[in-house]
């Protein structure tokens, strides 16, 4: 017994106080590939390596649509190491849950050189991923929302429907003593009747289709679906086959989506944040309905 | 390329087998396949297993119709104290499409020849329990690693039951059906328990949920996409799975990867492996209630994380093999990080075992609960962590080399009590183990290459590839097929062996353990599923 307490003590607090601070995290860390469409004057070679199809190209005689999909992203930074004029960088972002799919996907379309170089670029359409990432008033927000709304506590339940396992890694560590989830007075539930989020992993394999259908029914209304990693926004790697119906979206209404492969568990948690303010939206609409 | 050894083995089983067998080929030294004749493996079986005491690895098939006319059955054999493997190649022919099962008196490959079934459409004739595995009943009848069936084939919507429970008789006997969505943060899959008042009679498992088409979407994706395809086999092994897939390119291609390239992949593998031993540790504990132990496991398990991060830029490892070593190479601040925190955690996790092995109710609980004997493993043919505590000797690392593992020595704990205390003994010991190998790799080798140029991929070539990843034996088959594509791939993960201890070690345990052996075996639902 002394020799428990006596560990605890020496250990001390190792809790981060992230999103109240900003997280720490290793410089090396691979992040959002970011894109600079001024400067690129390439995509071919990053869309070559791209493994999940997250960088496409459209190309007719003279133009060439380039798609940028962090839905589908998995950070490996190959993009940035295959393009040589600097355009492409890895950052450390990883903030980049959002309630709207569209805010995932970029796109550029540029015109053509004859060797098939980017000439300049017509139109970007940039839409912001980074608008709901004002993480620090984020969580106080939702602070107060589970606080005032929600009885101090939110319940959350999480299915696996069909991932590799990587993000139940990082939803599992979102409970260790360092993130510590718990603070904000979340918790995972083992049952749907509980529940008033439903966290979402893997591309939906055809298997659990069902089952995943009925834990959401199971579910009390209000309650919201979060979409984590990027086989659930987009079936990923995986994509959609004869045993994978591909993103969480085709089967059930998505509010929140959380990019990673897998998301950190500061991403999950800013995405959980997230969807708890969709929450509260929809009990206050309830309530005044 | 021919030895002289194993011309004296062909000669010696053409003499015993007559003209069944046809050809002898290495492609490499430690890869040596022979040809049969036909389908019939039991009489080579019979003798490799009499006569050398060889171990059947694995079992897969191949779909060469539009080449070779037939299906091909691969059984792979390995033999105690020789780096070889034997691939048994059986032509299965496609007007019979049958193959005689070796089932019946080699359970171990039950499971997987029922795979070929469903996947293939072939038919292990005298298989004692020919059910679906691998697609569930509700599925129609398709057979989607043939050839002739595209990846993208959009199938009907399923009716009727996934799967018929055998029922259970007997006065007070119940059937308690859990999952596929269980109550913590885990993987799907559907447990049927009979019980008797308190003791498990017998489990039954419908696996396969999370199936997603991975290995024939191998087929599909040029290799250098496929690296990150074979990193989300399972997640919690995505270095080892990234590490066997990259082998097997690199040995069907004659690829050398340099020195400390297979040093920095010896430590990445040995850093996953401490990092899942601990979390597995704290996750023991915690189902017997001893959640002090867990917090501080769980928080070291984070710092191996953020370790894992700070060397590779993911959490899990991911993005840091590639076929020809190792992405990028590491930086004095990288090194620093390295030999820091595997020193630090050393000290740490000392005082965690140090704080179980002074919990007696943790011992109590955890002793001759969930027992697997080590007759039943050595038949069910388990591997790993869950077979070295019942006494099955095997460790890939060291009965076949690769990456840098000959340059270390280690030892490989093997125990014959087989219960939960000794699972979670095996990953202790092994832990210490893989901390004196980091700690002898980190230097080595420091100033060579870690990563050559990889040339265009040679077409229609096969490799073999095998890894010891924390849970136990990985293996990968691949054929190479034109512009930088695979023919076939194949994944065994070791949780596609081990379920089968989970359902034998449970018997006569009340199901308030269950969660706890289950715990101690910790298998991959997505490796065995794909
Ligand atoms: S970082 Fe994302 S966009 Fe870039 S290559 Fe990797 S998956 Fe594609």
Partial sequence: MFKILQKTVSTGTVTVNYPAEPAKISERFRGRPSFDFDKWKDARPAADVCPTGAISLSDNDESRNVTVDYGLCVFCGLCAEASSDQAVRVTQEFALATSDRRNLVFTAEYTLNADRTHGGLRKVDRRLVDAETDVESLGQKARDTIQKILGRSLAIREVDAGSCNGCELEIVALNNPVHDIERFGIHFVASPRHADMLLVTGPVTRNMELALLKTHRAMAEPKVVVAVGACGISGGIFGENYASLGSVDKVLPVDVYIPGCPPRPQALLHGILLAVGRLAERLHTDRAG | MMTQAMSAMFEALRQKLGPQVQSVRADREDEIYLLLA??????????????????????????????????????????????????????????????????????????????????????????????????????????????????????????????????????????????????????????????????????QLRMFYTHKGTEKLFEQLPIHKAVFLAESISGDSSFSHGTAFCQAIERAANIEVPLRGLVMRTILLELERICNHVGDIGAIATDVGFVIANAHASRLKETLVTLNEQLTGSRLLRGMVCVGGVRRSWDAAQLGALRSTVDSFAREFRDLISLIDRSESTRDRLEQTGVLRPDKARDLGIVGVGGRASGVDLDVRRDHPYAAYSRYSFRVPVYQAGDVWHRMQVRIDEVNESIGIVQNAMADGLRREFRVPVPPIPSDRCALSAVEGWRGEIIHWIRTGPDNHLERCKIKDPSLNNWPALVEAVQGNIIADFPVINKSFNLSYSGTDR
């Fill in chain 2, 38 to 203: 036909d389908a019939d493996i039991r009489p080579i079986t019979e003798h490799l297993r009499g006569q050398f005491g060889a171990r059947l690895v694995t079992v897969f098939a191949e779909d060469r119709r539009a080449t070779e006319g037939v299906f091909f059955n691969y059984y792979v054999f390995e033999q105690k104290g020789s780096a070889q493997y034997l691939i048994v190649q059986a032509p299965v022919r496609s007007d019979s499409l049958e193959f005689p099962s070796l089932s019946a008196e080699l359970p171990a490959v039950n499971w997987q020849e029922r795979e070929i079934q469903d996947w293939f459409g072939l038919k292990a004739a005298g298989h004692p329990n020919p059910r679906r595995v691998a697609l569930h009943d509700n599925w129609p009848d398709v057979y989607p690693l043939r050839k002739d069936f595209p990846l993208e084939t959009v199938l009907p919507p399923f009716e009727g039951e996934r799967h018929i429970y055998r029922p259970a008789f007997g006065e007070g006997v119940l059937q308690v059906p859990v999952g596929p969505v269980h109550a913590g943060i885990i993987e799907p899959g559907h447990f049927n328990f009979a019980v008797a008042g308190e003791p498990i009679l017998y489990l």
